[in-house]
């Protein structure tokens, strides 16, 4: 166990609805990055927050939105899905987000099926 | 850009093999971090080991070993008498330091592996 904490396990919706996933650092942990991963394109950075503000961005898309919360927990806002959009989503951790110094640890995923 | 290159898709031994797993990476900073997650069956993403650039030793934890090299850019996960119990996806993993100090984690592609009994 991680410590990581990930809500919910599964979704499954519709295409055209919008979805929140929720993540629970570790303890003491104040950076919070979020992946997804899928069949074709593998783990995919989406964006890092530390300490409430955005820090790093990646490959998301204009349709998905994140935040961290003042208690460090962060959201992942996906919106207008596709069936495309259809993944595991990985929350992860770390103390802090400088220069990869330290590891992150992840969650256990959000599976997100979009039908 | 950075990249990371895990050229082996699946591999298959049988338990008590040893087997090494490929990793090459591309970056062009001079301080970079370097990972091994495992993933296995029941999905989650599991810590292995973090490397600095500056830091060339391999390493050993019990049946794993380490073989960082930075004259080819690799960075080779040796598994020593496999077990089923590691029967798994592993992802290597480059962090670089941005400009704002802040870095990401770029994932190869992965290895599956499989150890039959």
């Known amino acids: 166990d991680s410590g990581v904490t990930q809500t919910p396990k599964h979704l499954i919706t519709a295409t055209g609805q919008r979805v929140t996933l929720r993540c629970s650092p570790r303890s003491g942990d104040l950076s919070v990055y979020w992946y997804q991963q899928s069949l074709d394109q593998g783990l995919q950075f989406l964006i890092q927050?530390?300490?409430?503000?955005?820090?790093a961005k990646g490959n998301i898309l204009e349709r998905f939105s994140a935040q961290q919360f003042p208690d460090l927990h962060s959201e992942l806002n996906l919106s207008s899905l596709e069936l495309g959009d259809s993944a595991l989503y990985f929350c992860?951790?770390?103390?802090?987000?400088?220069?990869?110094?330290?590891?992150?640890?992840f969650g256990p995923g959000t599976r997100l099926t979009v039908t | 850009a950075q990249k990371v290159t895990q050229a082996q898709t699946e591999i298959s031994v049988v338990e008590k093999e040893d087997v090494t797993l490929d990793c090459v990476y591309e970056t062009r900073d001079t301080t970079y971090y370097l990972f091994w997650y495992k993933q296995p069956p029941s999905g989650e993403l599991v810590f292995l080991i973090r490397r600095n650039s500056f830091d060339e030793q391999n390493e050993i934890s019990g049946r794993y070993s380490w073989n960082f090299q930075k004259s080819t850019s690799s960075f080779n996960f040796t598994i020593t008498a496999s077990q089923v119990v590691d029967s798994a996806v592993y992802f290597c993993a480059l962090s670089e330091a941005r400009y704002s100090g802040y870095s990401t984690l770029t994932f190869g592609k992965g290895t599956m592996l499989l150890v039959s009994p």
């Open positions: 927050y530390y300490n409430g503000e955005e820090r």
């Open positions: 992860a951790s770390s103390v802090s987000g400088l220069a990869g110094s330290y590891e992150q640890y």
